[in-house]
């Protein structure tokens, strides 16, 4: 939890807390806690305007699965296993 709250705040101050788009690498990790699980849920839209997940087939389905059973991201998001496609509609979908 504390590592996400810091990441938070790392990503506050280097946007002077303006949300931003997210390209992100998943990597096989621990699944996190509950309360770690809303956390992030809660702060996504305060940091990132839209989220392209790069990963293996299958784990950023995962992750969002995880993340969002109950509900539906709170901001665009879409899975790939190609960066340069992760970035193409990051720009397309911030515009």
């Known amino acids: 939890m504390e590592l996400i709250r810091g990441n938070v705040e ?19 990790s621990p699944v996190p806690d509950k309360e770690t699980q809303k956390f992030s849920r809660e702060m996504l839209p305060e940091i990132y305007t839209a989220m392209a997940m790069v990963s293996k087939p ?30 193409k509609w990051l720009k397309k979908v911030t515009k």
Not at 10 to 28: E, G, Q, T
Request: aromatic share 8%; charged share 20%; proline share 10%.
């Open 10 to 28: 790392l990503v506050k101050d280097i946007a002077h807390s303006k949300p931003v788009p997210l390209l992100i690498y998943l990597k096989n």
């Open 58 to 87: 299958g784990l950023s389905r995962f992750i969002m699965n995880l993340l969002f059973s109950m509900s539906k991201p709170p901001i665009p998001m879409k899975s790939y296993t190609d960066a340069e496609k992760a970035k």
